[in-house]
C-alpha cells in the first residue's frame, strides 16, 4: 500500500503538469481578451493595445507566457513568480493576488459541496439498500419514483423555482446576505442547506439506482446465499456481506459525480448570492480576467485529483482482496 501510494503522488506531478497546460492554454484560446473587455466597459475611453498587453506580458510567446505563469521563465518584471513559487498572479482588474481572492471563497464552496455529498447519500444509499431488499414490492417502486423524479429535475430550474415560487405565494425571501459559519451556525446551516439538497438531488438519484442495482447483483452470490443458510440475522448478512462489496461500484460514481458537483456549484452560488469560488469564477469569466479563472481551474482539477486519489485507497479499506501491486 506505501508503495501504491507513492507511485501514485509522483505520478501526481505529471498529471497536475497537463492540467496546468490544458487550462492555461484553452482558457487564452478563447475568442476575447483583457483589451476588448475594457474597451467594453470604458467606450469613450482610447484604449492602448499594446501598452496593456506589453502590462499584463501578452506580447510575449504564449508558450513563455505559460512558463513565466508556472515560474519557470522570468516574468516582464524579471522575476521569477509562479504556480511553482506559489503565486497565481495577479487579477488584471483589482490588481491583487489571485490566492487572496480565492481565499475567503473557498470555504463556501468546499461546505456547499460537503452539504450536498451528505444529503445525497444519506438519502440515497439507505432507499437504495432497502429498495434492492424489498424488489418488486410498493417501498421498491417508490424507491425508483423516487431516484427518477430527483434525476429528471434540473438543478437550475428547482433552485429558481424555490426562490420565486415562495416569493410569489408567501412573500418570503431566503437570506442574500451571507453569514459565516464561525459567525452564526444555524443561520449559516439555514442558508446552505437548500442549496444543498438542490445540487445533491442529481447526485443521489443516480447513486441510489446504482446502490440498487449492485445490492441485487450481490445477493445472488453464492457466499450470500451461504450467509442466509447458516441463519444469520439480515442485518448481519446485509452490513457485514453485501453492503462492503455492493459498495465498491458506488464509490467510483461518487468519485466520478464530483465533477458535476464541482460545475454545480457556478450555477448554485449564482442563483442563491453565495459568494463562493463558483460565482467568482463566473465573473472573471465575464470579465476576461484569464490569471483568476486559471487560478479557480487548476484548484477545481486538484481537488479532482485527490479526490480520485482517495476513491482508489478505499477500495482496500472495502476489499482486501484488492491488491496494490
Known sequence: MRAYIIRRLLILVPTLFLITAMVFFLVNLVPGDIVDAMRGQALDVQIDRAAIEKKFGLDRPMIIQYLSWLGIVANQEGKFSGILQGDFGLSWWQSIPVAKLISPRWPITLELGILAILFAQLIALPIGIISALRQDTAVDYVGRSLAILMLALPSFWL???????????????????????????????????????????????????????????????????????????????????????????????????????????????????LPGMGRLLMAAIDSKDHPLVMGIVVLFGVVMVFINLIVDLTYAWLDPTVKYN
Open 159 to 273: 433552485g429558481s423555482m424555490i426562490i420565486v415560487f415562495p416569493a410569489l405565494w408567501w412573500g418570503y425571501m431566503p437570506p442574500i446576505m451571507y453569514v459565516k459559519i464561525t459567525d452564526n451556525l444555524k443561520e449559516n446551516l439555514q442558508q446552505l442547506v437548500v442549496p444543498a439538497i438542490v445540487m445533491g438531488m442529481s447526485m443521489g438519484g443516480m447513486t441510489m439506482r446504482m446502490m440498487r442495482t449492485m445490492m441485487l447483483e450481490v445477493q445472488r452470490q453464492d457466499y450470500i446465499r451461504t450467509a442466509w443458510s447458516k441463519g444469520l440475522r439480515e442485518s448481519v448478512v446485509v452490513l457485514r456481506h453485501a453492503l462492503r462489496n455492493a459498495f465498491i461500484p458506488v464509490i467510483t460514481l461518487i468519485g466520478l459525480q464530483t465533477p458535476v458537483l464541482i460545475g454545480g456549484t457556478v450555477v448554485i452560488e449564482r442563483i442563491f448570492s
